[in-house]
């Protein structure tokens, strides 16, 4: 095992893409995340990585959380050990850096972030366009890391019925629908359903809490396009999404929530979302953007409950300009936010509306055939902090035989700190939240290059790539765990510093192999105003992937993993006898399909290796009420003969899920 361990660390040093199947492209690929226009892949001067479907159907999973672990410089991180709810970090840094857009929308932040991610079929995923590094100068708060957004199925062009059933030998099993209500009229339209059960408890590691919690999850979404005659297009999304879900102890029932018979964390959600375009038939004409998102929580961490509900509204309007070599877009945009919880953080009812007004503008300038460069700049209003301005540039140059790309960029991104995202670790263990001050918004400067060499001949395709990035805060929101009942937040006085390289390369023939191995090296830590240099939580310093795939006549086999280095990990205090380190691990996903005239067959097999983290990443999961805990005056944990090294109930320190090896079976059907 440790041989085979090495071999896969020395084959990801030589880099890629696992996701994006990018040898097989076309050079003239039509992405839309970088420049908010359609554009081709090697004409922008924005890198965009590309998630094909091929790539989505190969995993077989329930949920497009899970199918980006496998993609070079992203890490979907547990946050709860119990309830396994997390988020996506792009290059080391953490979730709420991270803004998902669907279709080009931003529907899935806040609260979503957390919980709603999951609940997004791959089924319903044509591709997902992924923008490493501040994309705030077009998409606003929240885009500091990058953007993550999502296309879902045209529906022109989408099958009259489809079915997708996945089962695992963990009691998952995932039920997906889709079924064309219109294609002959100006209207074309879908509707999707998406089912998801698990009620089998597991606890292979005997720690006596669920390994993965038991939940429902219901989505029935429905997508339309309206185009007439003059060429005048609108397009509709809607979503209603709803999940129960607990995790806990195992004998923890759902009807005793909020009680201290067991431990359990017990999470209800329920969301709206709503979003649509309107664009002219021309490129000069108007193209107005919106979405609506309502999102309610009813949660019980333990004895502590949570109930919270979020409303999000976003419009946009953007013209845009082709003149020559010169492509202009500019646009207006508000984004209203409504949060309120029954926690401390918003007694004052003036913080429950948050308004971001803002107004930008681009130029892509076509210089030569060989060179372009992009340039923009943008002005947002927040009502608490005053003005913010993100400026970008970005540079492209192709070699005359488009064999060689050449990009570089830099930015400004910026977050409006969000209290329920700094808030929602406390929430999930015995920790309590406090809040320094006012939490200033976040600010960065970010600067990268990458160059991109491109091969091709009758039977053999290839694509390489190298980049390296810096991100610079000067006022990030940091979390300070050093106390063991408090995590605390305030902006940082100091500094901090994200910076990294990665490579890339995907292999194929036309015999139907395709081979892709991809690297990202981390360099992040920490200055405080004292010059004390410290490495953030639950950041890697190295990650790999790969991904396989063979395909002979109707039979395809692939096998995709990842190599994920050590992390810091919050301890209780120097006593906690736990390792502060995360181990290097590994998750290997592997499949066999076969293709019939009107149905798939295929056979999964989920973390091959087996690996969960040790049991003891819980802390005192023998007494998550801290029932035999002594306590002095100031609310620190004493030592004693039966709690010796002073610890308190604590899941906070989880970096990966419990879940184990596991096999699945998915069938799919579709008929046009």
């Not at 406090?434 to 990268?448: D, G, I, R």
């Not at 992937?545 to 109707?554: G, I, K, N």
């Not at 002594?630 to 308190?648: K, R």
């Amino acid at each position: 095992m440790k041989r085979f361990f090495f071999v896969c660390l020395a084959l990801t040093r030589f880099a890629a893409l696992a996701q994006v199947d990018s040898a097989a492209q076309s050079l003239s690929e039509v992405v839309v995340s970088g420049t908010l226009y359609q554009t081709s892949k090697s004409t922008s001067p924005v890198n965009i990585d590309v998630v094909h479907r091929g790539f989505l159907s190969r995993q077989g999973v329930p949920s497009i959380f899970e199918s980006l672990q496998f993609i070079n410089g992203i890490r979907p991180q547990i946050n709860c050990g119990v309830c396994s709810t997390g988020d996506i970090h792009i290059n080391g840094m953490e979730g709420p850096y991270t803004m998902v857009l669907i279709d080009g929308n931003p529907v899935v932040s806040g609260l979503a972030t957390v919980y709603g991610l999951m609940g997004i079929p791959n089924s319903l995923i044509e591709r997902i366009e992924i923008v490493k590094g501040p994309a705030s100068t077009l998409y606003g708060s929240e885009a500091l890391a990058g953007v993550i957004n999502i296309i879902t199925k045209n529906p022109e062009v989408v099958p009259a019925a489809a079915v997708e059933l996945v089962a695992t030998t963990h009691g998952e099993r995932t039920v997906d629908l889709s079924l064309t209500t219109s294609k002959k009229s100006k209207y074309k339209s879908f509707i999707g359903l998406h089912l998801y059960g698990n009620n089998r408890i597991l606890d292979f590691n005997e720690d006596g809490f669920t390994d993965l919690p038991l939940h429902g999850r219901f989505s029935l979404m429905h997508r339309g396009v309206l185009r007439d005659a003059s060429g005048h297009r609108i397009s509709m999304y809607g979503r209603i999404f709803g999940e129960n879900r607990w995790g806990g102890q195992v004998d923890f029932n759902p009807k005793d929530r909020g009680l201290d018979l067991a431990y359990g964390e017990h999470i209800r959600t329920r969301r709206l979302e709503l979003s649509g375009t309107a664009r002219g038939p021309k490129a000069r004409d108007p193209h107005l953007s919106w979405s609506w998102t309502t999102h309610h929580q009813d949660s019980y961490y333990g004895t502590t409950p949570y109930k919270a509900q979020q409303h999000i509204g976003f419009v946009q309007n953007s013209w845009e300009r082709r003149i020559a070599r010169w492509t202009h877009v500019t646009g207006l945009a508000l984004r209203a936010t409504y949060y309120n919880d029954n926690s401390p953080a918003t007694d004052d009812p003036s913080l429950y509306w948050t308004l971001l007004p803002g107004v930008f503008s681009q130029v892509q300038h076509h210089i030569s055939p060989q060179w372009q460069q992009l340039i923009g700049l943008r002005a947002d209003y927040a009502e608490h902090h005053g003005p913010i301005l993100t400026p970008r540039y970005n540079l492209l140059y192709r070699t005359p035989n488009k064999g060689v790309e050449f990009r570089l960029g830099g930015g400004r991104g910026f977050r409006i700190a969000n209290v329920y995202t700094e808030d929602h670790a406390a929430l999930s263990g015995s920790r309590t939240v406090v809040f320094e001050e006012a939490l200033n918004p976040e600010t960065s400067w970010n600067t990268h290059t990458n160059v991109t060499l491109r091969y091709r001949r009758r039977r053999f395709f290839g694509t390489a790539e190298l980049g390296a990035f810096t991100t610079y805060f000067t006022n990030q929101i940091v979390p300070d765990y050093s106390n063991p009942q408090e995590i605390r937040y305030a902006n940082l006085d100091g500094f901090s510093l994200n910076r990294g390289v990665s490579a890339s390369l995907s292999l194929g023939t036309t015999l139907g192999l395709k081979t892709s191995l991809g690297a990202t090296f981390l360099d992040n830590f920490i200055v405080d105003a004292g010059g004390t240099r410290s490495i953030p939580m639950l950041t890697e310093r190295f990650q790999g992937v790969w991904d396989f795939s063979y395909t002979r006549a109707r039979y395809t086999v692939s096998y995709a993993g990842n190599l994920i280095g050590p992390m810091e990990l919050p301890l209780l205090g120097p006593t906690d006898p736990r390792s502060s380190r995360s181990p290097w691990f590994s998750i290997q996903n592997a499949s066999i399909q076969r293709t019939f005239t009107h149905f798939n067959l295929s056979i999964h097999g989920y973390n091959l290796l087996n690996f969960t983290p040790s049991p003891d990443r819980i802390a005192r999961a023998n007494d998550p009420f801290n029932r035999d805990v002594l306590f002095d005056p100031n609310g620190t944990a004493l030592a004693t003969p039966e709690n010796p090294y002073a610890l308190v109930f604590d899941p906070s320190s989880v970096f990966s899920s419990f879940q184990g090896r596991r096999w699945g079976i998915k069938l799919s059907w579709s008929v046009d």
